[in-house]
């Protein structure tokens, strides 16, 4: 059974910080490609970070020398540092694994991030 748990979330004033981990169980966590993704109310989840097996990393425009994303495949672990949020940041986030040779992916149930202006 494949499990991606996400934690780190909350309150946070502006221009404060987060870091959000998402733990992955019941896959080759190596072999995946792992994003961070959001969803502000009433609007579409969109692509924050995401991360290859082999560490190249890609950013939304808009969190670009604000966020950094990491992984530790040995936790099985994915990492969101966020710093100099916005209140525009607050949505809830979610962790995907996705590998596209085996055209899976699995997404974990989100952490709710709010930021006070």
């Known amino acids: 059974q494949v499990q991606l748990v996400e934690s780190g979330g909350g309150l946070v004033q502006n221009g404060g910080s987060l870091r959000l981990s998402c733990a992955a169980s019941?896959?080759?966590?190596?072999?995946?490609?792992m994003g961070w993704y959001r969803q502000a109310p009433g609007k579409q989840r969109e692509l924050v970070a995401a991360?290859?097996?082999?560490?190249?990393?890609n950013y939304a425009d808009s969190v670009k020398g604000r966020f950094a994303i990491s992984r530790d495949n040995a936790k099985n672990t994915v990492y969101l540092q966020m710093n100099s949020l916005k209140p525009e940041d607050t949505a809830v986030y979610y962790c995907k694994a996705t590998n596209d040779l085996l055209l899976r992916d699995y997404w974990g149930r989100g952490t709710q991030v709010a930021v006070s202006s």
């Open positions: 991360i290859t097996s082999r560490d190249r990393t």
């Open positions: 019941g896959i080759t966590f190596s072999m995946y490609v």
